[in-house]
């Protein structure tokens, strides 16, 4: 297990930015492929995008594509995820995870992950 910490959500109008962190408490990430999943009230889970450690390769929901952008620093441990053009649909609990295996069929299958971290709230509303 990587105890993950996510910051940076926030209230913030339709159209505007914020940008999520995600880092890990006293692990480091740089050999870790890293995912970000939502999770609105009342709803499932939906997987956002995820970064690779080793080319930094990114891939994304469709529902994101364009308006959300992965990055990572590894010197600060952190994985970065950008988000633009932020619509109400967009609002949710972000959590980060790892121990995944980062491709769009992790994307699009859901599939499994080895860590999570409480999560981050953000709220796009007027």
């Known amino acids: 297990q990587v105890p993950l910490v996510e910051s940076g959500g926030g209230l913030v109008q339709p159209g505007g930015s914020l940008r999520l962190s995600c880092t890990a408490s006293?692990?480091?990430?740089?050999?870790?492929?890293v995912g970000w999943i939502r999770q609105a009230s009342g709803q499932g889970r939906e997987y956002v995008g995820c970064?690779?450690?080793?080319?930094?390769?990114?891939f994304y929901a469709d529902s994101v594509k364009g308006r959300f952008t992965l990055s990572r620093d590894d010197a600060k441990n952190t994985v970065y995820l950008q988000m633009n053009n932020l619509k109400p649909e967009d609002t949710a609990f972000y959590h980060c995870?790892?121990?995944?295996?980062?491709?769009?069929?992790?994307?699009?299958?859901?599939?499994?992950?080895?860590?999570w971290g409480q999560g981050t709230q953000v709220t796009v509303s007027s």
């Open positions: 006293g692990s480091s990430l740089e050999y870790y492929d």
């Open positions: 995870a790892t121990e995944i295996f980062c491709s769009d069929s992790w994307i699009e299958s859901s599939l499994s992950f080895g860590s």
């Open positions: 970064i690779n450690f080793d080319d930094g390769a990114a």
